[in-house]
Each structure stands twice: as structure tokens, then as C-alpha cells.
């Protein structure tokens, strides 16, 4: 199983500025910018392009810090 990344992380491996990665999958630069800053909404379809791009799995971009920061919460409950 790969190790969990951000897309930031993801984008320094490859060596692209997140221009290149724009433009790589589609999409404005301030769209990208947003969604590495976790501040935008990814749809599906650009999710499973931006897997693709990177080979990764979904859940290893989008959900294991989701999953791991609601089960700390639930641990200091």
C-alpha cells in the first residue's frame, strides 16, 4: 500500500510547480492552488485524474487524513 501524501507532497515528488500540475490536469492554476491548500472541492472526475496522474490511490490523497484526524477526536473523547 502506498504511503499516504498530500498533493503538495505529490507535486514536490514529481518536481512540478503547481502551474505544470494545472495545466497537467486541466485546470486553473487557482483551482489547484485551492484544492493543495485543502480549501476547494474536488469532483469526482478530477479526483480520479488526479490519482491517475500522480498513480496513487483516491483514498491515499483524499481521505487518510480525514479518517485519521476524526479518530483522534473520537480517541480524546
Known amino acids: 500500500m502506498p504511503e499516504k501524501s498530500t498533493l503538495k507532497e505529490l507535486r514536490a515528488k514529481m518536481d512540478w ?11 486553473s492554476l487557482q483551482t489547484y492552488n485551492a484544492w493543495e491548500q485543502d480549501f476547494g472541492n474536488v469532483k469526482i472526475s478530477s479526483a480520479e485524474a488526479i490519482a491517475k496522474l500522480f498513480n496513487v490511490k483516491l483514498d491515499n490523497i483524499f481521505f487518510s487524513n480525514k479518517v485519521e484526524n476524526y479518530s483522534r477526536k473520537l480517541e480524546k473523547k
Open 17 to 27: 510547480t503547481q502551474e505544470e500540475t494545472a495545466k497537467k490536469l486541466g485546470i
